[in-house]
């Protein structure tokens, strides 16, 4: 059987870039807490807008309907009183980042499906807890300056 190769970098500069890598990599709150500002701006431009990078369905006649009779209406798209917006919080760790809601009322918006008594309406999906193309280019960048500070 053959014997195993061993390689020793004997580099102290490059022993201390990973020193560094190790030491800030450990605890990546600074990077996690950037990484949920984007998420959480990103959200809060899906509701601005409507839906991105596709619109929200358009809400029906009989929705619409009932808005006006509150008056709630004219208005935007799960934005009646806009407590489901307001309602968007973010937290982060030292190894994860999160954007979510407590409404309970917030996943039938997100995924769609049945709702109200019997489940007879449809509800459109309307996702608004997503990140667009921008969004995942914006937190590759912030992981990658955060790195380039380690190195220097």
Do not use: C
């Not at 619409?64 to 208005?75: L, S």
């Not at 039938?108 to 807890?129: D, N």
Request: zero cysteines.
């Amino acid at each position: 059987m053959d014997e195993p190769i061993e390689i020793k970098i004997d580099d102290k500069e490059l022993n201390q870039v990973l020193d560094r890598l190790f030491e800030k990599t450990s605890d990546l709150r600074p990077l996690m807490k950037n990484i949920a500002g984007i998420m959480a701006d990103s959200v809060e431009e899906n509701f601005k807008q409507e839906g991105r990078p596709e619109k929200w369905a358009e809400l029906t006649e009989s929705t619409i309907k009932q808005r006006k009779k509150k008056g709630y209406w004219p208005g935007k798209v799960l934005q009646m009183r806009g407590e489901l917006a307001a309602s968007i919080t973010s937290e982060y760790s030292e190894n994860s980042a999160i954007v979510g809601t407590n409404k309970a009322y917030a996943a039938i918006h997100q995924f769609g499906g049945k709702a109200g008594k019997g489940k007879k309406v449809e509800i459109q999906a309307r996702p608004y807890l997503i990140l667009g193309e921008k969004d995942l280019n914006n937190i590759s960048n912030a992981a990658s300056k955060y790195l380039n500070k380690i190195k220097n």
